[in-house]
């Protein structure tokens, strides 16, 4: 990767780390009673938050590609650019479901049908699951590989814990915090990456 590149992931890295938090807070804040009955009332609404989950898909999945993509220079590295390219392809399909606002939107229909709930809900906790699922074996992958930088083992061991407690269900709230400070650490990598590449 260029130095231009790197930049470019590490401002991508830390907005997300900024506008992560902010949507899921405002996200959540809909209601107290859970993330299935927020997403079905988010689901019944067209506005600035959708746009927001728009670019913060883009962002994420921009982030573990670029990460993908830098890890061509180091050896033994493949297993863990296929699992960043699946949690791109999850976190795509995630946000996908904001395909379901446009629709309801169009269509001017002001209840959630039982169909397209379900739908709506098995594609959002498929994709969740699946990305939790890709995130800890990618995370024990580069943990266990000798030859990657600390800064990318300290974001392993950041995304392995978030994953644990995704998995708990009851403390995957947390995640709203943790994810940001994995996302700092790894614009800090892209950075200080950044510099080597200026020296050399």
Same mark, same amino acid.
């Given at each position: ?12 890295? !830390? ?7 902010? &949507? ?18 988010? *689901? ?19 982030? &573990?590609? /670029? *990460? ?14 296929? *699992? ?18 446009? &629709? ?10 039982? /169909? ?10 498929? /994709?969740?699951?699946? &990305? ?49 400070? !994995? ?13 080597? *590449?200026?020296?050399?």
């Amino acid at each position: 990767m260029t130095s231009r590149d790197n930049f470019i992931s590490a401002g991508a890295a !830390a907005l997300l780390a900024v506008l992560f938090p902010f &949507y899921w807070i405002t996200f959540l804040g809909q209601t107290f009673d859970g993330f299935e009955v927020a997403l079905k009332q988010d *689901l019944l609404t067209f506005n600035w938050r959708d746009l927001l989950f728009v670019l913060i898909g883009a962002l994420e999945v921009c982030v &573990y590609l /670029s *990460l993908s993509n830098h890890l061509k220079s180091h050896f033994n590295a493949r297993s863990a650019r296929i *699992l960043l390219c699946a949690m791109a392809a999850v976190v795509a399909i995630f946000h996908s479901t904001v395909l379901f606002d446009i &629709y309801l939107a169009l269509t001017n229909q002001d209840m959630l049908s039982e /169909s397209t709930g379900i739908v709506a809900m098995v594609v959002a906790f498929g /994709s969740l699951g699946l &990305y939790t699922l890709f995130a800890a074996v990618f995370s024990i992958v580069c943990l266990i590989n000798k030859h990657l930088p600390p800064l990318l083992k300290v974001f392993s061991v950041l995304m392995l814990l978030m994953s644990i407690l995704q998995m708990t269900l009851v403390l995957s709230f947390t995640n709203v915090f943790l994810f940001p400070a !994995a996302l700092l650490v790894l614009s800090i990598y892209f950075v200080k990456d950044k510099e080597e *590449l200026e020296v050399i």
